[in-house]
């Protein structure tokens, strides 16, 4: 089908689906069998990030299949689709840098302003070592609580629960709105940005 479209001069995209199981054939797995849904999100994440990477999928029978796709499938009914969703976005994008055609969304380049007065305010209040990582910080994603006064971003994956052993809280003092940093082993992994309607209308345009 795909070769039909192309030499009738139409621009074509194969799909591959990161949710589902593979036959060794290449074909997806019956939905009559258990395992033909990845549920997952780790799980799907790494078969999306094998089929970028590698252009292999793994068959449920454990052998490697030859993938070519340029788009990535989530569908809807799968349980648990939008966290799916947002796990395998979020691995794309944190190894986006390593990926060709892919580039890592830098905060100093989506929201400069916001960079630079987050950089002062750590130097200001004594956090030299967290203020020299803002220039490499990259917005793997958006907080998608869904409160209209939240701007608040990952700068890591976000965890699958709590972040755990070696997390604490650097709380700012802007001069709007209110931020907090979450820090994982002296590393900024998250930025809770309250009341900041700038911050978050730029945030709904480049991760919808």
Known sequence: MLDVFRKAGFAV???AFADRRYEPDGTLR???FEDALIRDPEKAARQALSMVERGVVIAFDGSEVLVDAQTLCIHGDTPGAPTIAETVAGTLRELSGLLEGLKPMLLTETLPSFAAELEELLKKEGHAGLAAQVSGLKIIDRCRCGDDFCASFYTERKPQGAYGAGHRCVELEPETGMLILDI???KIVH??????HDIREKLLVSLP
């Open 30 to 32: 019956s939905r009559k």
């Open 191 to 196: 930025v809770e940005v309250l009341y900041r």
């Open 13 to 15: 995209a194969a799909e």
């Open 184 to 186: 994982v082993a002296d």
